[in-house]
């Protein structure tokens, strides 16, 4: 948008965002509505150079059913032969698929993503129960879903509220809604689709361990670090054996050949690959994991114990999800960014808004920087651009806090309780104090813990 949209003085800044689905907005809400959002970019720009929210990586093979848990607990289940290519043909062979979840305020800020929705004419802010991109590759070009797949997911979202689900148009950077909170349930994190998930945190989902048989067995004399693998971290002295269709004077003659590194990727539960890879060639081998007589007996006390500590398993979250996230079951038929959000619906004011800085050297760059104000227990993130429009909008009842992204990496901000003692009114001209942060943002984890103390 690169019309600039000026503040008539008189204009009465104090409005209720409704529903996102409800065509009966006043006209005279719609109004003020634009005049407060309607100018805000949704361009997609990272805020800081330095760094961006990362996408988690795994390997899949593209033939074979896929189930996986990601960090933040969410699950996902993708078809056999669930991929195509840039012209359309089918994916076969190992695919990168790529996740990254955008949560909390620093994975907000950080991504550039934003948190606004258009409605008719009208732009209006979401409260987000979290966002999600997801990716697929091979060979370093981008891949799409297959007409008629889908990826199931249970998606770990930040609560139990009434959301919506909504999909960006990459074109436009516009949310495009997709269903009412009806459509997708919440459910429990393990179902019964999951019950062999790979990377499930819980002890019983250790693979059951497999007795070497010296008479059928071939075994690769290749040392690799099974414990990255948590269906195998337990285990000591992991033995593996090949269970391709190759014989053992074809195996014998690849183990001649100099390979620039070896690659062990995980195929399914207990099922694996052996990439041997060169600058002028690569294979892959299909093997799994066996253990020796006196070494298998040791896994199997462990593996029977394991099941006796939990018969009916339940995830153990990693530490840095929250506890009261909640599982929600979508339906993903595009690759993309998706949202699960609603509407705000709360009072919001509107300010006439300039900044002083507690370090006067920035002072003078002042518009140039990004604003965020953080409302809604951090669940409400709006982006503004004071070379646009020096109004900024504060819901009331809501701790505010207010962020400002500088050239040097660092921040500035004003916390909720310095706005509380505000006592901030609608069509109030107020210069607020940025307080700098001395120190330099690498991580949104860095600018979640900022955020937190303000």
């Known amino acids: 948008m690169k019309k600039i949209f000026f503040i008539s003085a008189f204009l009465i800044l104090s409005l209720i965002i409704v529903n996102c689905n409800n065509s009966g907005v006043q006209q005279q809400t719609e109004n003020i509505v634009k005049t407060v959002f309607n100018e805000m970019d949704l361009d997609i720009v990272p805020s800081f150079?330095?760094?961006?929210?990362?996408?988690?990586?795994?390997?899949?093979?593209?033939?074979?059913?896929?189930?996986?848990?990601?960090?933040?607990?969410?699950?996902?289940?993708?078809?056999?032969?669930?991929?195509?290519?840039e012209n359309g043909a089918p994916v076969k062979g190992e695919v990168t698929f790529?996740?990254?979840?955008?949560?909390?305020?620093?994975?907000?800020?950080?991504?550039?993503?934003?948190?606004?929705?258009?409605?008719?004419?009208?732009?209006?802010?979401?409260?987000?129960?979290?966002?999600?991109?997801v990716e697929a590759e091979q060979n370093g070009k981008k891949l799409s879903l297959k007409e008629g797949k889908s990826i199931k997911m249970n998606y770990n979202s930040l609560d139990d509220g009434e959301y919506n689900f909504y999909r960006m148009d990459e074109t436009t950077n516009e949310w495009a809604y997709i269903s009412?909170?009806?459509?997708?349930?919440?459910?429990?994190?393990?179902?019964?689709?999951?019950?062999?998930?790979?990377?499930?945190?819980?002890?019983?989902?250790m693979a059951k361990p497999t007795l070497y048989n010296e008479d059928t067995d071939l075994i690769l004399k290749v040392d690799l670090?099974?414990?990255?693998?948590?269906?195998?971290?337990?285990?000591?002295?992991?033995?593996?054996?090949?269970?391709?269709?190759?014989?053992?004077?074809?195996?014998?003659?690849?183990?001649?050949?100099?390979?620039?590194?070896?690659?062990?990727?995980?195929?399914?539960?207990?099922?694996?690959?052996?990439?041997?890879?060169?600058?002028?060639?690569?294979?892959?081998?299909?093997?799994?994991?066996?253990?020796?007589?006196?070494?298998?007996?040791?896994?199997?006390?462990?593996?029977?114990?394991?099941?006796?500590?939990?018969?009916?398993?339940?995830?153990?979250?990693?530490?840095?999800?929250e506890d009261n996230y909640v599982a929600r079951e979508v339906n993903l038929i595009k690759l993309g960014v998706y949202n699960i959000d609603v509407c705000a619906v709360r009072d919001v004011i509107g300010i006439y808004s300039d900044f002083e800085f507690s370090d006067p050297a920035y002072n003078e760059e002042g518009k140039s920087y990004k604003y965020f104000v953080i409302s809604n227990n951090g669940q409400t993130i709006t982006r503004y651009d004071l070379n646009k429009t020096n109004v900024m909008a504060f819901f009331k009842n809501s701790d505010n806090k207010i962020?400002?992204?500088?050239?040097?990496?660092?921040?500035?901000?004003?916390?909720?309780?310095?706005?509380?003692?505000?006592?901030?009114?609608?069509?109030?001209?107020?210069?607020?104090?940025?307080?700098?942060?001395?120190?330099?943002?690498?991580?949104?984890?860095?600018?979640?813990?900022i955020i937190a103390g303000v």
């Open 49 to 85: 150079s330095n760094f961006n929210v990362g996408f988690e990586d795994v390997k899949m093979f593209a033939e074979k059913e896929f189930k996986y848990e990601f960090s933040d607990g969410t699950e996902i289940l993708i078809p056999a032969d669930a991929f195509v290519d």
């Open 98 to 133: 790529k996740y990254k979840s955008v949560k909390s305020p620093g994975e907000i800020i950080s991504s550039g993503l934003h948190l606004l929705y258009k409605q008719g004419d009208s732009i209006v802010p979401f409260i987000t129960g979290g966002m999600l991109q």
């Open 180 to 205: 009412d909170a009806n459509k997708f349930e919440v459910t429990e994190i393990v179902e019964e689709d999951f019950d062999n998930n790979v990377a499930d945190n819980t002890v019983s989902y």
């Open 225 to 321: 670090n099974h414990k990255n693998f948590k269906e195998l971290s337990k285990y000591s002295n992991v033995m593996w054996k090949y269970k391709g269709a190759k014989t053992k004077e074809q195996i014998a003659k690849l183990f001649v050949k100099k390979w620039k590194k070896t690659e062990l990727v995980q195929v399914n539960k207990n099922e694996y690959a052996l990439k041997l890879i060169s600058d002028k060639s690569e294979e892959t081998l299909e093997i799994a994991p066996v253990f020796s007589k006196a070494e298998y007996n040791k896994a199997m006390e462990l593996y029977d114990a394991a099941q006796k500590q939990d018969k009916n398993p339940t995830p153990i979250k990693d530490d840095s999800v």
């Open 403 to 449: 962020i400002s992204v500088l050239s040097d990496g660092k921040v500035a901000v004003v916390s909720s309780s310095d706005l509380k003692k505000m006592n901030l009114a609608p069509q109030s001209k107020v210069k607020f104090k940025m307080q700098v942060i001395d120190q330099i943002i690498d991580s949104p984890e860095k600018l979640d813990e």
